[in-house]
């Protein structure tokens, strides 16, 4: 049978005990260690359970970060590929869990119905699969979804006094299908065929089943004198979650920009879905499941960016390739692996493995020459193979025109501009994927960047509080944030940046200043923090 295992601190033995209650209401077999036997070894039980697991909860919080308990329960659940995990208070994750999906609860009142666990829940059920439906008899059955994902936009509610505002809505869910069309690999139900659902009652489980559906987009219009209001939230069919929600509002007089402003929001968090549940990425990915596998095994051995990670992650997609020679997600992922390689100078000589990035660039390139996320890939490659910037820059910005909406594809082209010296730019682009990204761990990655374009406008405090935010540093990351700490006069955390940039076996500071500072001032910027850190400590 079915068991979910919970790994917590001893100071939110109460959140963890109504997470287990919320997860049994759902039908599942839980346990946790209230339920120990007084006559066995502690560490035998845990052992067991661990391993019997079909999923496990790590609930973190500040106390959990520092129990080598906790840690080693979830690095064991990450090893075994069962790990669902979130946080009470907002404490930042110890590696390497900072760089995996994690629901936030900060401020959560204990209430069984906040969208954030029913999340989680979700995930667990997910992640349990058949073995959930054993070990949940009595849970509603899911409805059987098409495997292709796909999207109804629902007739949005007319709520103004006016019923005659009713064109605006039908308008603004023209707008919201055309956005999300421009997912080839999504199916997109358009307005003529939700309207047949129009006044009746349906739970999202029977919209889904009459439409043939993954995901719902539902909404409502309020116009009053000039205003407009629009509430809009997406819906995962298969477990009623609400995933999303925002409200807009505007005026009249800006009707057309409010509607592609929410269009635009609903594609970009839509990208994010697709990202982060594991499900259809683009229209180059492979049909090849093995293939594919071993292509997710790379992007988290590549987020490590450590040298025996990224020789890893070389391997594994080498090897997904091979699977599938026209798998362009994966080819240019190579790529990009391959400029690490170059760019922080690991194996000696280089040249072997700029030539052969250059060689993968390419052939992505002739494989999906029309697909966004692969030009991005490539672009993001190019600058430290090629040695030139321009192609670099003109990739990404066709990659941006091609999907407007996608954040991943705003992240690189902002990475780019950093690149190529150009911070304005870059801040522009980066703040773009922040906006329609608010809730995947690509979210992190597009903060680290700000982060870096901002020290770079000199806007220091910004700086400081963008990394603040995140835990997640790329080795760039730490040469930045080390002469930013010399800059505000924090000698010892300056210090302790470079330090944790050694530790990574990376390069030096000056490596990075010739790659990423190519602008002589900023990298003077750079530098000259970086060299107030040999100043002696003041009492």
């Keep these: 049978m079915s068991e979910i295992f919970i790994s917590y601190a001893r100071s939110t033995e109460a959140q963890a005990a109504t997470i287990a209650r919320a997860l049994r209401e759902q039908g599942f077999e839980v346990w946790r260690d209230d339920d120990l036997?007084?006559?066995?070894?502690?560490?035998?039980?845990?052992?067991?359970?661990?391993?019997?697991?079909?999923?496990?909860?790590?609930?973190?919080?500040?106390?959990?970060?520092?129990?080598?308990?906790?840690q080693s329960e979830a690095d064991r659940a990450r090893n075994d590929g069962k790990l669902v995990q979130l946080r009470l208070d907002g404490c930042a994750l110890p590696m390497p869990f900072d760089r995996i999906q994690c629901a936030d609860l900060t401020g959560w009142d204990g209430g069984h119905d906040h969208p954030i666990l029913r999340k989680v829940i979700a995930s667990v059920a997910d992640l349990i699969g058949d073995a959930g439906d054993e070990a949940a008899p009595n849970a509603h059955p899911l409805p059987l979804l098409p495997s292709r994902l796909s999207i109804a936009v629902m007739p949005f509610a007319n709520l103004s006094a006016d019923p005659e505002q009713a064109y605006f809505t039908e308008g603004m869910v023209e707008e919201i299908v055309a956005a999300l069309a421009r997912f080839r690999s999504v199916y997109v139900v358009a307005a003529g065929a939700s309207v047949v659902l129009k006044g009746k009652v349906a739970s999202p489980h029977e919209a889904a089943r009459q439409l043939g559906v993954s995901y719902l987009v539902e909404g409502s219009v309020r116009k009053a004198g000039d205003r407009v209001r629009i509430n809009v939230h997406m819906v995962d069919a298969g477990n009623e979650a609400e995933i999303w929600s925002d409200r807009f509002e505007g005026t009249l007089d800006d009707v057309f920009s409010l509607q592609d402003r929410v269009a635009e929001q609903i594609a970009g968090v839509m990208e994010v879905t697709l990202q982060d549940r594991d499900i259809e990425k683009a229209s180059a990915r492979t049909t090849n499941i093995s293939s594919y596998d071993l292509y997710l095994r790379a992007i988290v051995a590549f987020r490590l960016s450590r040298k025996t990670d990224m020789l890893l992650a070389i391997d594994l997609l080498e090897k997904a390739v091979a699977l599938d020679p026209t798998f362009a997600v994966a080819i240019s992922q190579s790529a990009i692996c391959h400029r690490q390689v170059v760019d922080h100078e690991w194996i000696d000589p280089t040249e072997p493995f700029r030539l052969r990035g250059l060689e993968l660039a390419e052939r992505a390139l002739r494989a999906a020459p029309d697909d966004p996320r692969v030009l991005?890939?490539?672009?993001?490659?190019?600058?430290?193979?090629?040695?030139?910037?321009?192609?670099?820059?003109?990739?990404?910005?066709?990659?941006?025109?091609?999907?407007?909406?996608?954040?991943?594809?705003?992240?690189?082209?902002?990475?780019?501009?950093?690149?190529?010296?150009?911070?304005?730019?870059?801040?522009?682009?980066?703040?773009?994927?922040?906006?329609?990204?608010?809730?995947?761990?690509?979210?992190?990655?597009?903060?680290?960047?700000?982060?870096?374009?901002?020290?770079?406008?000199?806007?220091?405090?910004?700086?400081?509080?963008?990394?603040?935010?995140?835990?997640?540093?790329?080795?760039?990351?730490?040469?930045?944030l080390a002469s930013l700490h010399g800059h505000m006069g924090e000698l010892d955390q300056g210090r302790e940046a470079l330090n944790a940039l050694d530790r990574l076996q990376a390069g030096?500071?000056?490596?990075?200043?010739?790659?990423?500072?190519?602008?002589?001032?900023?990298?003077?910027?750079?530098?000259?923090?970086?060299?107030?850190?040999?100043?002696?400590?003041?009492?």
């Design 37 to 70: 036997p007084p006559h066995r070894a502690y560490a035998q039980v845990i052992e067991e359970r661990l391993a019997n697991a079909k999923a496990v909860v790590v609930v973190w919080s500040d106390e959990a970060v520092k129990s080598h308990w906790v």
């Design 508 to 539: 030096g500071v000056e490596k990075f200043a010739r790659i990423w500072f190519p602008n002589p001032a900023k990298r003077d910027l750079l530098l000259s923090g970086i060299a107030r850190l040999s100043e002696p400590t003041t009492a």
């Design 376 to 480: 991005a890939q490539v672009a993001a490659s190019l600058p430290g193979l090629e040695g030139r910037v321009d192609r670099a820059l003109a990739l990404a910005g066709r990659a941006t025109a091609l999907n407007p909406a996608s954040a991943f594809v705003w992240l690189v082209s902002g990475s780019v501009h950093l690149r190529c010296g150009d911070p304005d730019a870059a801040a522009e682009a980066l703040e773009k994927s922040i906006r329609l990204d608010p809730i995947s761990s690509a979210n992190a990655f597009a903060r680290m960047y700000l982060a870096s374009a901002r020290f770079q406008q000199q806007r220091f405090d910004e700086a400081l509080a963008l990394y603040r935010t995140t835990t997640l540093r790329l080795p760039v990351s730490y040469a930045v």
